[in-house]
T-cell receptor
């Protein structure tokens, strides 16, 4: 149980286009989802926290108009990179956690497989 | 400020030898502590966690970690390393008093197990 999927796994786009990444919890209700960014050989950088049905909370330095996050249901959150530029190229990872049921324990997060974004 | 530290960027160990990946924490109150592993171009996989109870926690793939309150440490260990254990390891923590479900992450330690 506690499987999280991400789609697409890899995307290459031209500068100026917008890219949407989906994060789904497949077998549990994700009351909270997190979006991370990871540069090569570096740690995870938390971008934002999204709770179902409410606006995302962005970390300091993350442009909310640049990285649009929607958490419309208990199983789906989306990250849209608007007007992507080469410096947005990175590995984006989502994770999910639940405040309900058997998974509501102690902040444990379940991670998606990540999305590699390359902006040309 | 709360923090999780992994003092080693890289750990090298020969196959068959014991391995240790270090983690120290500074978290208010009683901590929740986690270890995750990341293989290249993949998301993170959960290894183990400490919530309460026994200080020695056993997890996936033969890994274990010891919670040491006096030293504020939660080092990851395995008695006999495998080449397939080569990956990036992350330690993370949270305060039991926190309610935003965020984790505080270490910077990661790259483990290389040499055949």
């Amino acid at each position: 149980g506690a499987v999280v999927s991400q789609h697409p796994s890899r995307v290459i786009c031209k500068s100026g286009t917008s890219v949407k990444i989906e994060c789904r919890s497949l077998d549990f209700q994700a009351t909270t989802m997190f979006w991370y960014r990871q540069f090569p050989k570096q740690s995870l950088m938390l971008m934002a926290t999204s709770n179902e049905g409410s606006k995302a909370t962005y970390e300091q330095g993350v442009e909310k108009d640049k990285f649009l996050i929607n958490h419309a249901s208990l199983t789906l959150s989306t990250l849209t990179v608007t007007s992507a530029h080469p410096e947005d190229s990175s590995f984006y990872i989502c994770s999910a956690t639940s405040a309900r049921g058997s998974l509501s324990s102690y902040n444990e997060q379940f991670f998606g497989p990540g999305t590699r974004l390359t902006v040309l | 400020a709360q923090s999780v530290a992994q003092p080693e960027d890289q750990v090298n160990v020969a196959e068959g030898n014991p391995l240790t990946v270090k983690c120290t924490y500074s978290v208010s109150g009683n901590p929740y502590l986690f270890w995750y592993v990341q293989y290249p171009n993949r998301g993170l996989q959960f290894l183990l966690k400490y919530i309460t109870g026994d200080n020695l926690v056993k997890g996936s793939y033969g890994f274990e970690a010891e919670f040491n309150k006096s030293q504020t440490s939660f080092h990851l260990k395995k008695p006999s390393a495998l080449v397939s254990d080569s990956a990036l390891y992350f330690c993370a923590g949270a305060s039991c008093a926190g309610n935003n479900r965020k984790l505080i992450w270490g910077l990661g330690t790259s483990l290389a197990v040499n055949p």
